[in-house]
């Protein structure tokens, strides 16, 4: 029943599996199938005979036994009878706590010096552009290390602030700078507390309303209200006020010296405070570098533009030139905040207790579990970049250009 | 009327006046100043905020180099020359130069051969670098990975010798089959390597290792700058073909092996390289057959090549997402088929477009080497956290040390970003 | 060494067929060289001198093995480990032994298949603090910042002596031992705590070690000994016996002084039989029958390694304590040769 139009129906040879672009490419995928399931019997073969000859096995019954450490700054409760599992957990926290520090901070050192490196002020361009280099070109442990060395060998011991003269003092005898860490002032929240913060939410809801209000009159009218002390007093003036209607309801616990350590108030670890910002100032520097990029992509024709228009510096920076910006910005700059989460596992160099120090630390270490606490390790992490990009991805489709 | 005003006046000027200078205000450094440092209040207070900055790091940093102290040969007796002025105990790196170099173990009469290998290393670099230079220069290049093995690690001459020439043999090969279709080709030239390189290994004497005119050096005594060379060197180009490879894989039409590179990609952009090497310290050893056993360079150099091929693997897809559709309908249209159009039109300026990203890799990456002191080996960094640190004479002596591996780290880097810069100028063919 | 990097290298393509598993012994003679596993530098017990020449009471244990088993106490590879990779260096078989201050525990012995061949050195964990905090006991140590050197037990005795005292403190776990120091004598920690015969060695390397006192309670027991795989009953019986050898010369008066001397021949049937002049006990292990001579030749009997390396006449100056012999009170004894 062929009619002309079928194409001509030659026998099927052997040859055309490799000659025919039709068949070829099944071929092709064919052999690399081969190869995947020979690569991962190989393999697989390989560690369950290595497995079985040292007598192990894989087991994750370690998760539920309890850990038997203790750690020095944990965001949820956790004393050392806890189990791996919550151990792992508050390393994940630590992690994600450094990590989200590390971000911001990052982003605005990057935003400062990625500005003034284009500004006309020479000093402070070269400046930044020095900063940038020498961040940029040194490896990342060296610059954790350097930094927790600064924080351990020039901040004073807590010993120093003790005595009869001694050679350190506390800030505003409130904070105190040593180099295990920072303690600051901790809020006591007493009777009636609940109404100031929630007179203080308040707040923050009408500023958000005002300024709403002030761009409608904007582009309705072409009326200008002023945006910055008005938001200023609205968010401040209220919740002081309830404050003191209040009773001053909320007291500080002011850290002091007792025993070996500063006490009350929270302490803000050395670890911490040394990988968080041994990865701002490093990560800002590519920041710095991504945001010149961004703002010299935008053509100087905008400028000029929105100056013709009778628009001042601040606003044709605010208005025009980094909202535009911001679309080549964005992208590196999730995948430097990416960059910032893996680094943090380098917190092994300094003692901070991320996921990698006791997950795949002393947990490894005292289980002996290798293979199961690094599998778990690269899953955390992976999932966490994953997340990560799937957001950004949305984020690309929904700022990309609509043209054509 | 014309008469009487040229009689009114006295004077009449024949010549131009010289322009008189600006005035002191308009003119010289004042102007440079009041226009580059000082041109509003804001930028004024910047500017002395600035220069006190740049005096307090200068305050600070010159004393501490000018009273540097070199040649004594511990801390304590530093301190004594020092006498409580502050100083810099450079000593220590002179006392341990060769440790911070090559490591501790290295045997200290054989410096001279990963010394020489590095300086056959420019040679063989520069035609890469530099396409100006004669073509020619490439058989240094070709040759110096064997060259250099040889002189690092030592041993029989036989092992090069025989990795050359299975080399040479797979390239005949490829070059015989290749007409006829490159898949043929290529995975011919591979089989006749393998099989030159194991009828080969079989003919190696045992006890070659013993008589060799260079001795050998197990690959667990590299240490120092030494080793952060050879990772990034030797990872770096593993893992560029490798990253190509992973490239094109992901644009293929194919799903399996599409698949295949996408998950091998995001796998290892989402996890920190340091999991990659507690992988290669802790779990590698488990997947290798039993009895066998290879050591933790090898191991790490697997896991950095990885590492590395994933991310050169994106940049070169943004290479190759950035051509225009064109090129490849272009090559489709001449009748090429798909390893030509990829040899000849697609990949030449794929790669074109993604050099200053694969330089910025490859710039990270040599950062990146410093994590294999984690793992217990003894890189610059690890010399300095263990050895040198823990030592009974140089126990404290940390911006010294800091310093100059920052300092190393930098000069390389900086170099490298450098040249990249240079390069991409030199490429800019385009008209802007 | 180049050519096992090559073949590594084919092994990766999965071109070359694994080599039979033979047992370590004939394994390390083939090799002409014994792996052995210690620590990244502890002075006293495992550390590179200045010219990456390893030294210490660990390394004399390796060298020991290695005289024994190949006549030679420099065919021995020292493969430095960290906490986090000495099992698995062990297990996959990087290493064939592993003398690095590890203690012997339940659950290493019984759960991560390991043997302890026995105890070179008793130990227990303790606490080290400046003079000048004047503390004297661990028990006063409320509300302190502690460093710990992560990687062995001490983070788990460490809990539990504070919680059973019922006391509070902040752990500081740090990695290596030259940053533990760097951040106890800046001040980041008011003590540190690893085995008492660690803090003796750190104390050493001090610039002024009298400035610092080790607490006088020891938290933990800490029996550390030579350690290999599960399964391979011959190579355990080589490591266990030479270092029982070590310590029975000791014991018996043989010293690499005296050692040649005794090898004539001696009145005492004992002696003669560790140095192989009577018996066959060389032959049992499949070694020769001077093994144990060689053994003890390399660095001298189990007091002179440790007045050698850690003893009272070294920085370290660690007293004999525990690790006397059973004859002097000690806890020394190993089973007879016979």
């Known amino acids: 029943m062929s009619t002309i139009t079928d194409p001509p129906q030659g026998a099927f040879r052997l040859s055309m599996l490799l000659n025919d672009t039709r068949y070829r490419s099944y071929t092709f995928q064919f052999i690399a199938l081969i190869l995947l399931i020979a690569a991962f019997a190989f393999l697989g073969s390989n560690l369950i005979s290595n497995l079985t000859a040292a007598g192990l096995n894989i087991s994750y019954q370690f998760l539920g036994t309890p850990a038997g450490y203790d750690i020095n700054q944990t965001l949820i409760d956790y004393s050392s009878q806890s189990t791996n599992a919550r151990a792992a957990f508050v390393g994940i926290l630590n992690t994600l706590l450094v990590a989200f520090l590390a971000c911001v901070t990052a982003t605005i050192f990057g935003v400062i010096a990625g500005v003034l490196r284009l500004s006309n002020n020479w000093l402070v361009s070269k400046l930044m552009s020095f900063y940038v280099e020498i961040f940029r070109n040194i490896p990342v442990l060296i610059w954790i290390i350097i930094i927790f060395t600064i924080m351990i060998a020039v901040m004073p011991g807590p010993r120093a602030f003790r005595g009869d003269e001694p050679s350190a003092s506390m800030i505003l005898n409130a904070v105190a700078f040593t180099n295990r860490g920072v303690y600051i002032p901790a809020p006591i929240w007493g009777p009636g507390s609940m109404v100031v913060v929630a007179t203080f939410i308040l707040s923050i809801v009408g500023v958000i309303g005002y300024r709403r209000y002030a761009t409608k009159l904007l582009y309705d009218t072409g009326k200008l209200l002023p945006m910055g002390w008005p938001s200023l007093a609205i968010l401040i003036v209220p919740t002081l006020l309830m404050f003191l209607i209040m009773g001053r309801p909320i007291g500080l616990d002011v850290p002091e010296l007792k025993g070996f350590n500063f006490a009350g108030g929270i302490k803000v670890g050395g670890p911490l405070i040394a990988l968080w910002f041994a990865l701002s100032i490093y990560t800002g520097a590519f920041i710095a570098e991504n945001v010149r990029a961004g703002i010299q992509a935008i053509s100087k024709g905008q400028t000029e533009a929105a100056g013709a228009l009778g628009l001042r510096q601040g606003r044709i920076m605010n208005l025009v030139v980094l909202p535009q910006a911001l679309r080549v910005i964005i992208p590196p700059l999730i995948s430097q905040y990416l960059n910032i989460t893996k680094n943090s596992s380098l917190a092994i160099a300094v003692g901070y207790a991320d996921v990698t120090a006791t997950l795949g630390g002393i947990t490894l270490n005292q289980t002996g579990r290798a293979i199961e606490c690094i599998l778990l390790l690269m899953l955390f992490y992976l999932t966490i970049s994953l997340s990560i990009s799937a957001i950004m991805n949305v984020y690309n489709n929904s700022v990309k250009l609509k043209e054509r | 009327m014309s008469d009487t005003s040229a009689n009114s006046v006295a004077f009449v000027r024949t010549e131009q006046v010289p322009p008189s200078p600006p005035p002191f205000q308009t003119s010289g450094p004042v102007k440079w100043a009041k226009d580059n440092l000082f041109s509003t209040p804001f930028y004024s207070v910047l500017t002395i905020v600035a220069a006190y900055f740049i005096y307090l790091i200068l305050a600070g940093i010159l004393p501490w180099l000018a009273n540097g102290v070199w040649g004594t040969t511990s801390l304590a007796e530093c301190r004594e020359v020092l006498d409580g002025v502050s100083g810099g105990c450079f000593s220590v790196l002179s006392e341990r130069w060769n440790q911070l170099i090559f490591g501790f173990t290295y045997p200290s009469e054989l410096y001279w051969r990963p010394a020489l290998a590095f300086l056959i290393m420019f040679a063989a670099a520069a035609p890469v670098l530099f396409f100006k230079l004669p073509r020619k220069l490439l058989i240094i290049t070709a040759l110096f990975p064997f060259v250099a093995y040889y002189l690092i690690w030592g041993g029989t001459i036989f092992t090069p010798i025989l990795a050359l020439l299975g080399v040479v043999v797979g390239y005949f090969v490829y070059r015989r089959l290749v007409a006829g279709s490159f898949a043929a080709g290529f995975f011919g030239g591979v089989a006749a390597a393998f099989v030159v390189w194991i009828i080969g290994g079989m003919l190696i004497p045992e006890n070659a290792n013993e008589t060799a005119m260079l001795q050998a050096v197990p690959s667990r005594d590299l240490g120092g700058f030494m080793l952060n060379m050879m990772l990034g060197v030797v990872c770096v180009s593993l893992s560029i073909p490798l990253g190509i490879a992973l490239a094109l894989g992901r644009q293929s039409n194919m799903p399996l092996i599409k698949w295949i590179c996408v998950i091998f990609i995001e796998f290892i952009r989402g996890v920190p390289l340091i999991t990659l090497l507690f992988v290669a310290n802790v779990m590698l050893a488990y997947f290798f057959p039993p009895g066998t056993s290879t050591d933790l360079f090898l191991r790490v150099v697997i896991m950095i090549t990885m590492f590395s091929a994933a991310y050169i693997a994106e940049v070169i897809r943004g290479g190759l997402a950035a051509l225009p559709r064109g090129q490849y309908e272009a090559a489709d249209s001449l009748g090429l088929d798909y390893p030509q159009a990829m040899r000849l039109i697609i990949l030449p300026q794929a790669l074109k477009i993604s050099i200053p990203g694969i330089v910025n890799i490859a710039v990270g990456l040599f950062k990146d080497t410093t994590l294999v002191s984690v793992i217990s080996m003894f890189d610059l960094l690890g010399m300095i956290r263990g050895p040198i640190l823990a030592s009974t004479e140089w126990n404290g002596v940390y911006w010294e040390l800091l310093g100059f591996a920052a300092l190393l780290f930098f000069v390389v880097c900086y170099g490298i970003s450098q040249y990249s810069q240079w390069l991409e100028r030199q490429l800019a063919t385009d008209h802007r | ?338």
């Open chain 3, 1 to 338: 060494m180049n050519k096992s990097v090559f073949f590594g290298a084919l092994t990766v393509a999965g071109m070359a067929a694994g080599v039979a598993a033979a047992g370590t012994l004939d394994d390390v003679k083939a090799r002409g060289k014994l792996n052995c596993g210690v620590t990244t530098g502890l002075v006293g017990f495992a550390a590179p001198d200045a010219n990456g020449e390893w030294n210490g009471f660990d390394v004399a244990v390796c060298r020991a093995v290695a005289a024994a088993v190949l006549g030679d106490a420099t065919a021995v590879e020292f493969v430095p480990t960290t906490g986090k990779t000495r099992f698995t260096a062990l297990a996959s078989g990087e290493i064939d032994m592993l003398a690095r201050n590890t203690t012997w525990t339940f659950s290493r012995d019984v759960d991560l298949k390991f043997t302890f061949v026995g105890v070179n050195y008793y130990d227990g964990q303790g606490f080290m603090a400046p003079k000048e905090l004047g503390v004297s006991s661990a028990k006063d140590l409320d509300g302190a910042t502690v460093c710990i050197q992560t990687g062995t037990t001490t983070e788990l005795n460490l809990a539990d002596f504070f919680r059973s005292n019922n006391i509070s403190y902040e752990p500081v776990p740090i990695e290596t031992n030259a940053e533990a120091q760097q951040q106890y004598l800046a001040g980041a920690c008011d003590v540190f705590t690893t085995d008492a015969s660690g803090l003796a060695a750190t104390r050493a390397t001090f610039e002024n070690p009298g400035d610092h006192v080790v607490l006088p309670e020891i938290v933990s027991k800490e029996p550390l000994g030579p350690l290999v795989r599960h399964g391979d009953n011959e190579w355990g019986d080589v490591v266990r016996w030479t270092l029982n050898a070590l310590i029975s010369a000791e014991e018996l008066g043989i010293t690499s002084a005296n050692i040649a001397e005794m090898a004539a021949g001696s009145n005492n049937p004992e002696i003669n039989r560790i140095l192989g002049t009577e018996g066959t006990l060389g032959e049992m292990l499949g070694l020769e029958a001077d093994w144990a001579m060689k053994a003890i030749a390399a660095g001298g009997n189990y007091g002179e390694i440790f007045e050698g390396n850690i003893g009272e006449s070294t920085p370290i100056g660690l007293a004999r304590g525990l690790n006397a012999q059973w004859t002097d009170g000690g806890l020394l004894y190993s089973p007879p040769f016979r």
